[in-house]
């Protein structure tokens, strides 16, 4: 899991928005299958995904995620 992290980081900083959407998909699948909805974690994918929204002008949903 570790690895899509930084996968995910290095695709945000290159600015490639859709490859790091594709990564952090597939990361909230592995994040789902070894801890409950309320761990951590979970609150990482939704903020991340909250950030690619805002990037890419999705405000409200950006909003309803934050």
Do not use: T
């Not at 990564?23 to 909250?50: R, T």
């Amino acid at each position: 899991m570790q690895d899509s992290i930084s996968r995910f980081s290095q695709a945000m900083g290159l600015g490639k928005y859709a490859l790091a959407q594709q990564i952090l998909d597939d990361h909230k699948i592995d994040i789902a299958k070894y801890f409950p909805e309320e761990h951590p974690a979970n609150c990482s994918v939704i903020n991340n995904q909250a950030m690619l929204y805002k990037i890419n002008g999705k405000y409200e949903q950006a909003k309803e995620m934050f």
